[in-house]
């Protein structure tokens, strides 16, 4: 499994960005998708995941009303909406996947995210 991550880039606060992350090498629709952040010096934290048919999505409380995670089976691709966006949501943003009821997980390189105050 590959996973390709874009989109990030430079916004000022309150502006917004679109992450994309496109799966390759194996059938997309059998992976829950999910984006996780990682600050400078600190862990990587959970944003937001999305089940395999993109029927149910969940959100960290930090982003919760501001993200928006969606999934495009037929392209292959998540997609995080990320608006009204804060300085401290500045992170490298790293996709990935997992089968259902496995511990088996695949990750992105991640896209760096850098909102200015």
């Known amino acids: 499994v590959q996973l390709q991550a874009s989109g990030g880039g430079f916004v000022q606060a309150g502006g917004s960005l679109t992450l994309s992350c496109a799966l390759s090498g194996r059938t997309y629709t059998d992976y829950y998708m999910a984006w996780f952040r990682q600050a400078p010096g600190k862990e990587r934290d959970f944003v937001a995941g999305i089940n395999l048919i993109g029927t149910d999505t969940y959100y960290s409380d930090s982003v919760k009303h501001r993200f928006t995670i969606s999934r495009d089976n037929a392209a292959n691709t998540v997609h995080l909406q990320m608006n009204s966006l804060k300085p401290e949501d500045t992170a490298v943003y790293y996709c990935?996947?997992?089968?259902?009821?496995?511990?088996?997980?695949?990750w992105g390189r991640g896209t760096l995210v850098t909102v200015s105050s």
């Open positions: 990935r996947a997992r089968l259902p009821a496995s511990i088996v997980t695949y």
